[in-house]
């Protein structure tokens, strides 16, 4: 690798950087190129270098970001309870030590209603990224008929019971909301379906 093209990589890395953070920190509409530009220590003018637009960029960006998170806590639950890791996925997931972090992991909190805001590309690279959730997640449950349903449903409470606990992080409600979520969010993942897979 020549010395540009590995300046030109180390850029590219440090714009990404300064992405992730700005979707995490302010959501994507709320982050701007320059922002971004500055974040990495880099002017304006070199973004297009780099990415084709905004959407280029926030879309990588999203799909990274969730990708590396997702995988960060599938691999620390398999290694941490190999046993249960779906059900380890959903503790670490709805901790409060997860909800209360100074630097976000999930950036699904912070992207949603954006991406529901602005579309596309957004929707389609979020949608490719929550298959691959849902799909590695029923894979942790092992074989079973109802799986992927299972999948599904606890992602879902594990989201939105995040998100609102976030909400009103530091009440009574929002430690309720992560403690109902893990609980109930256990017995779903304990469920049986009449099959008895």
């Given amino acids: 690798m020549t010395q540009k093209t590995e300046q030109k990589q180390k850029s590219h890395d440090a714009i ?11 959501g994507i509409q709320a982050s701007s190129i320059m922002d971004v530009m500055k974040g990495a220590g880099l002017t ?4 297009y270098g780099h990415f084709e ?40 997931y709805l901790s409060r030590k997860h909800r209360d972090a100074v630097t976000l992991a999930c950036p699904l909190p912070s992207i949603t209603a954006d991406v529901s805001r602005a579309g596309e590309p957004y929707r389609s690279a979020l949608e490719a990224e929550l298959e691959g ?26 989201y939105g019971a995040l998100s609102l606990s976030r909400a009103v992080r530091g009440t009574k409600l929002g430690d309720e909301l992560l403690d109902a979520a893990r609980r109930r969010g256990a017995d779903l993942l304990a469920a049986k379906d009449a099959a008895g897979a």
Avoid: C, Y
Wanted: hydrophobic share 50%; glycine share 8%.
């Fill in 133 to 158: 959730f849902v799909q590695s997640f029923a894979e942790l449950l092992g074989p079973g008929a109802r799986n992927r349903e299972k999948a599904l449903a606890a992602i879902a409470l594990m």
């Fill in 53 to 92: 637009s905004k959407e280029h960029l926030f879309t990588e960006t999203l799909r990274g970001t969730a990708r590396s998170a997702w995988n960060k806590l599938l691999g620390k639950a398999k290694e941490d309870a190999p046993q249960a890791p779906a059900l380890k996925v959903l503790e670490r």
């Fill in 44 to 47: 304006v003018g070199g973004f």
């Fill in 16 to 26: 990404l950087a300064s992405a992730a953070g700005l979707l995490l920190e302010r």
